[in-house]
């Protein structure tokens, strides 16, 4: 994957290293899976099932127990696998989040930035030292097992 393309994402648990999380990814938005792999997702947002075109979604890291199968048209926020570290080299269980367009990396901060729910990626000046803003919260990347990098899912 490109430099700076990538959000990683945790899955709240009591325990680090690696397994399968009970806690599963969702769908970032509404499309059809495209492809998988070991590890790998590939969501195609225009659902033509062709990742060259459009906007796609990769996600990594995810468990193949429990994954949905190719074909399977979703929507925002339905279940697709599991957080795990399969797929690559991992340190903790995670999901590794990326977008393309016409099949051509796009910058997680760049000019189309990377925004869920209502969260905008920010890049921080080293590879995974990044943070999350929306409205006046922010949310700054942190690789330790505390509550410093928990996403509100509420407004308050």
Known sequence: MAPWAALDFAPPSS?????????PTTAVAD???????EGLLVLDLDGDGDERTGWVVIYLHIAGEG?????????TGEPLGFPSCEGGSSTGTHIHLARK????WMV??????FVLSGWRAIRGAEPYMGYL???EKMVVANSNP??????PLIDE
């Open 146 to 151: 505390d509550n410093l990098s928990i996403i």
């Open 133 to 135: 803003v929306k409205d």
């Open 108 to 113: 997680a901060d760049g000019v189309v930035p």
């Open 67 to 75: 994954r949905v199968p190719v074909g399977t048209q979703v929507v």
């Open 101 to 104: 367009y016409n099949g051509e």
């Open 31 to 37: 499309g059809v899976v495209a492809r998988d792999g």
């Open 15 to 23: 325990v680090t290293g690696c397994m399968i999380s009970s806690v």
